[in-house]
């Protein structure tokens, strides 16, 4: 039941955290960019579909790849409510005998594998916005 309800508690906070990101990225978009698809006859759905939304993702990329980096972050949150995740994994590695001393390479190791998601997540984000031109005029 605990996995259960963090894992719909890390859902809904980051759902919350791209809604809000792309919200924000749709709401920057200027208002002559949805009178200029009015303008060319798009109902609602197109105008979004094919004028806003676009532009807007674009923007966005920066806030959603931090959003997510902080998200893959926070799931070592859960080790309070007692689920297994890669710090109790290593509590629980060095809880056993042959691990003895071990301590600071246990912990490095954890550290690396956060190290490198959050790398791989960066150098993608960095990436993405440079194919697709994110901060260029």
Excluded: C
């Excluded at 208002?31 to 200029?36: S, T």
């Excluded at 993702?57 to 689920?83: C, E, Q, Y």
């Excluded at 290593?90 to 042959?98: D, H, I, K, T």
């Amino acid at each position: 039941m605990r996995a259960l309800a963090s894992a719909i508690a890390l859902t809904l906070w980051g759902s919350a955290q791209v809604a809000e990101a792309t919200r924000g990225a749709v709401q920057s978009i200027p208002r002559e960019q949805h009178d200029a698809a009015a303008a060319l006859g798009f109902g609602w759905i197109g105008r979004h579909s094919f004028v806003i939304l676009p532009q807007a993702l674009r923007a966005v990329i920066p806030a959603l790849f931090n959003s997510f980096i902080s998200l893959f972050k926070d799931t070592s949150l859960v080790a309070i409510i007692g689920l297994f995740e890669l710090l109790r994994i290593g509590r629980a590695v060095l809880a056993q005998s042959e691990w003895l001393g071990t301590h600071r390479e246990v912990f490095l190791f954890i550290f690396m594998i956060y190290w490198g998601f959050n790398m791989a997540f960066t150098y993608g984000s960095r990436r993405l916005e440079e194919a697709l031109g994110v901060g260029k005029r």
